[in-house]
């Protein structure tokens, strides 16, 4: 980003042309970063809490006061008999900045010896996959894309969520590339490609199994790279021609049989091919073992040796960064670990010992984390403790005990890294901090001295930690200094220009040096040694009395001009995003006497959401879409998707299921 400030404010906000990848243009949403910084409901001053907890009455406090009330009560909890696992921080990637992040904040909850957080709640189930077959989360440079000849949009809305990628993409159509679009709904990324393919939620799996049948059915595999490069292949093989004929695929996916016989050898004669996978089809039982298909894919083929070619979830793994110099794991204390996708039945029903104060930061778990009552429920309990480190007060921070200003982007220095590109990036402070707001890790530095803890890992600069996370003997880092990136705002790792990270003869980052295509690794991995479908747990393969109750699969990607649940706020960008609705097709809409923008209750077991129905073909029969994640306290009913949601788990990584989710729908009173 480019920031123009005059006077000490900011006045414009643009993309960096020079920037290889992002090219000189921001999303819809950061293109609004500066309505969001000077928002007339940012956060200015420390608060404490007037009213009961959900009602959002706070009094303007000091920081001074605000410190020594969150010491005093923490010191409590850690002198109980409980002890400091009583102490949950929760947080995600309200900033991914790596100091901002969890970099100070890691440091003080590991002194304190505080419960740690399983951050899984967005992408666990294909991170895990990944490190199971390849050993870490890299893959195709997207800078390639443009020489690829069949590109796969899997799973993925690439214009909405990925939109860099997209003129890449753009150059390789006008090249004369096939692009096909994978996805339940028919996004604007689907109705820019070549082909949509309608798969049935949950069942990417099966259909990845049911293309490799036909691969190594029609011998369009490649033994070669198979030979050399993987383990465990002959075994897929067998697997794969036993039990996922097309026949049974078509029928578990709900697609023509001709469709998949088609993709299966459009993937099998042309090359390059390139496959895009995203979050959104992970989000379901089987989402571990659906990546993991997928990202086999290419090994098959062998379409790693290809400039253009192979696969892309996350370029993460890339980096090599020192995180655990940055986060100090190397203060190592016996602790509990509680999953954060289960955030309503750790506040509910975990009593050893319960939690008995939460420290929120770069979340917002009210309106984001599954089964929304439950968590509800939890965050109005009186006996817990909790402060909120926020930016506006979102529907976490109506729930706050203490309430502290954070501040943004421009208001405070840090370092990046991409999980979608190849290059770590500098974040300079471009303007003051508004009010009193201070950065998260000036903020966990003050927590750390009114409790008087004397630690020198607390003390250090946000400089210093950036130095920290940049201490490190990698090949790919070689030569990224902080003068330099200071210098240059971004610098491109050292990675051969194109990255081919698994090109025939390359060692790849597994035990094996192999990728692993059967494998036995993981402590979440518990689905076979080869790949399989794990329907959703939510469906009739699983549940058919349940699927009677509920017979539409409800899904809920971001809408276009929010990220989750962060710009929801902001004016301009609500008022495109309209208000909250769901897309249904005719077929289920004529059934339930449903007509397009009348109001409707969408409910399972779980809790209920209303919304304006939307009758559309871009839903296929039987499934419903509610584009989210809207703040409970901007809707008619307080209430948003994840009322229906469930905290089940996925197959491998213990991630959220979001996906896996089973509603009706019927007209709403007026």
């Known amino acids: ?56 009455k706070f009094q303007r406090a000091s920081w001074d006061e605000a410190l020594a009330l969150i010491a005093e009560r923490l010191q409590a909890v850690i002198d109980s008999p409980e002890g400091p696992q009583a ?47 390849y050993g870490t989360r890299m893959g195709t440079d997207p800078e390639t894309v443009s020489e690829s000849k069949l590109i796969l949009l899997w799973g993925t809305n690439t214009l909405t969520a990925n939109p860099h990628l997209w003129p890449f993409i753009r150059d390789a159509k006008a090249k004369g590339a096939t692009t096909i679009c994978i996805d339940p709904l028919r996004t604007r990324t689907a109705a820019a490609c070549d082909e949509h393919i309608p798969i049935r939620p949950g069942t990417d799996a099966a259909l990845a199994l049911g293309m490799m049948h036909i691969l190594f059915r029609d011998d369009l595999y490649d033994r070669q ?16 021609l036993r039990e996922y004929a097309p026949t049974k695929v078509a029928a578990t996916c709900r697609l023509p049989v001709e469709t998949i016989e088609r993709l299966a050898h459009l993937y099998g004669t042309i090359r390059p091919t390139f496959i895009r996978v995203n979050y959104g089809l992970q989000r379901h039982a089987g989402g571990g073992s659906a990546v993991r298909a997928i990202a086999i894919l290419p090994a098959i083929t062998g379409a790693w040796d290809d400039v253009g070619g192979g696969c892309q979830l996350s370029s993460s793994g890339t980096f090599g ?54 968590v509800l429920r939890g965050l109005r309990r009186d006996d817990l403790f909790t402060v909120v480190l926020e930016q506006f007060q979102t529907d976490t921070a109506d729930y706050a005990d203490v309430l502290l200003p954070a501040t943004t982007q421009l208001e405070h220095e840090d370092l990046h890294r991409a999980y979608g590109h190849l290059y770590v990036m500098y974040n300079r402070k471009s303007i003051e901090p508004l009010g009193e707001a201070l950065p998260n890790s000036e903020i966990f530095r003050r927590i750390a001295s009114a409790m008087h803890l004397d630690s020198p890992e607390l ?19 070689q030569g990224i200094t902080l003068e330099a990136l200071k210098e240059r705002g971004w610098i491109r790792l050292n990675v051969p220009s194109p990255h081919l990270p698994y090109r025939r003869g390359a060692k790849v980052p597994t035990p094996t040096g192999k990728i692993e295509i059967s494998s036995d690794r993981g402590p979440a991995f518990g689905v076979g040694r080869v790949p399989e479908y794990i329907p959703p747990y939510e469906s009739e393969e699983r549940d058919p009395q349940l699927a009677t109750r509920y017979p539409l699969a409800l899904i809920s990607p971001p809408a276009h001009s929010f990220l989750n649940s962060t710009f929801v706020n902001v004016a301009s960008l609500r008022r495109a995003a309209g208000k909250p609705t769901l897309e249904i097709h005719a077929d289920d809409a004529r059934k ?23 009758i559309t073909d871009k839903v296929r029969p039987g499934v419903v879409a509610a584009p989210s994640v809207w703040w ?39």
């Open 1 to 56: 980003m480019l920031v123009t400030v005059e006077d000490g404010r900011a006045i414009r906000i643009a993309g960096e042309r020079e920037h290889p990848f992002t090219q000189g243009f921001l999303c819809t949403k950061v293109a609004k970063y500066l309505e969001r910084t000077y928002n007339d409901g940012r956060l200015l001053y420390p608060q404490i809490r007037a009213g009961a907890k959900g009602q959002g």
């Open 87 to 133: 102490i949950l921080p929760y947080s995600y990637a309200g900033t991914m900045g790596l100091v901002q992040g969890e970099g100070m904040a890691s440091r003080f909850f590991r002194r304190i010896g505080a419960s740690q957080l399983a951050r899984t709640i967005c992408s666990a189930a294909g991170s895990e996959a990944l490190n199971l077959v």
């Open 225 to 240: 790279y198979l030979d050399e490069m993987t383990i465990g292949w002959e075994e897929l093989r067998d697997r794969v």
């Open 321 to 374: 960064l020192n995180f655990g110099k940055l986060e100090r794991r190397d203060i190592v204390y016996p602790t509990r670990t509680i999953n954060m996708t289960r955030l309503g039945e750790a506040l509910t029903q975990v009593n050893d010992p319960p939690v008995r104060a939460m420290i929120v930061y770069n979340s917002n778990p009210a309106s984001i984390a599954p089964d929304r009552e439950t």
């Open 459 to 477: 003390e250090a600069t946000d400089e210093e930690m950036m130095r920290d996370a940049l201490d490190v003997t990698g090949e790919a880092m």
């Open 592 to 614: 339930r006497g449903i007509e397009a923008g009348q109001r409707v209750t969408i409910f399972n077991d779980r809790g209920a959401f209303s919304a304006e129905a939307v």
């Open 632 to 670: 409970g306290k901007l809707t008619d009913d307080r209430a948003n998707a994840n009322q229906t949601t469930s905290q089940a788990l996925t197959d491998i990584g213990a991630g959220a299921t979001f996906y896996d989710n089973l509603v009706e729908v019927r007209s709403a009173p007026a």
